[in-house]
């Protein structure tokens, strides 16, 4: 079993930045792929960010985040990070973290096994 928290989401200003923190229980944190997904209201829930267990030398991002967003990862820590930047009002939505069961990455929720609860992340115009 894993139990996820996220932490570091709030309110900025368009252009502004936020770094998002997961810290997931468990021993065998390193060999968990991560991922992070949203959901803002009266949308379904989409894909964000993603990293590969181990080293985290793989990671994928949404086209609508690419370039602005990075994901990392922190074994010693049993942290995973999204440092986001450049942040628009669309990029406004409670932000989730996921742990999967593999060291490959995914990029759709099911794929999944663990969750976070989420932390609001707010984007003013």
């Known amino acids: 079993q894993v139990q996820l928290v996220e932490s570091g989401g709030g309110l900025v200003q368009t252009g502004g930045s936020l770094r998002l923190s997961c810290a997931a229980s468990g021993r065998t944190f390193s060999s968990y792929a991560m991922g992070w997904f949203r959901q803002a209201p009266g949308k379904e829930r989409e894909f964000v960010a993603a990293?590969?267990?181990?080293?985290?030398?793989?990671?994928y991002y949404a086209d609508s985040v690419k370039s602005r967003f990075t994901n990392s990862r922190d074994n010693a820590k049993n942290t995973v990070y999204l440092q986001m930047n450049s942040l628009k009002p669309e990029d406004t939505a409670v932000y989730y973290c996921a742990a999967r069961s593999c060291v490959v990455l995914a990029t759709t929720a099911d794929n999944y096994d663990y969750w976070g609860q989420g932390t609001q992340v707010t984007v003013s115009s």
């Open positions: 990293i590969s267990g181990w080293s985290g030398s793989t990671t």
